[in-house]
């Protein structure tokens, strides 16, 4: 049954899931088999639809879950309960600053740093990245924001050697790109494979990226002339 119910999650059979949570509400809190929640995978498998379905029908929200939802009540509920839970990581190994950033809930990220989230902290799994390569990936321009000036290192390096300014590139971004040049962004940065933001901005397409990284490129060369 719980098989069945987190199979039509992924597939966006919104009657389907529907149906059995009308059937069996203790499926709200069921664990797939990588121990996520229903709502977790909705938006790990961009059903959103179902996501806004679940939270309707009143889903078991853990602290991951109450993050990507930007679920402000429930993220200050649980830790106050349990203090740990800001520091903890999710079975798929994200803080959940992480995953705020990730899913675009800015108001809910700053709530966690000022509650003591590590702005630094790296995910334990194969990215090893920090929430600024989270909300980057996310298109969380506002997340950026706010984690620069909570003191996030800009130029940090994940897994194969992107930064921030990697993402927004070849995002096409040019307001994060922006964003991120302002808070000392090293546009000449390179990836473990040679690439920099503006090798992935022009292999995108992102004209107006690529003209902005080359006036500051230009700047920062005349300046050291």
């Not at 702005?119 to 990245?129: C, E, G, P, T």
């Not at 800009?154 to 194969?160: G, P």
């Amino acid at each position: 049954m719980s098989k069945e119910f987190f199979d039509a999650i992924r597939n966006g059979n919104r009657d389907r899931v529907s149906a059995m949570i009308a059937s069996d509400s203790a499926l709200l809190s069921a664990k797939d088999e990588n121990g996520l929640g229903p709502f977790t995978v909705a938006k790990y498998s961009r059903r959103n639809e179902i996501a806004a379905l679940l939270l309707e029908k009143g889903v078991d929200l853990d602290i991951f879950g109450a993050c990507m939802a930007g679920d402000d009540q429930r993220v200050a509920e649980l830790i106050k309960d349990d203090p740990q839970l800001i520091k903890s990581y999710s079975h798929d190994g994200w803080t959940p600053l992480h995953l705020a950033c990730f899913f675009n809930q800015p108001a809910t990220a700053e709530a966690l740093i000022l509650r003591g989230a590590d702005v630094q902290a790296r995910s334990r799994n194969l990215a090893r990245n920090a929430p600024l390569h989270a909300a980057a990936a996310g298109h969380g321009r506002e997340a950026v924001r706010i984690l620069l000036e909570h003191g996030a290192e800009v130029n940090a390096k994940q897994e194969a050697g992107w930064t921030a300014l990697h993402s927004a590139s070849q995002n096409g971004d040019v307001e994060m790109v922006r964003l991120l040049i302002a808070g000392g962004a090293n546009v000449h940065a390179r990836a473990d494979n040679n690439q920099n933001a503006l090798d992935l901005a022009l292999t995108q397409g992102h004209q107006a990226v690529v003209d902005m990284l080359d006036v500051h490129a230009a700047a920062i060369d005349g300046g050291a002339s």
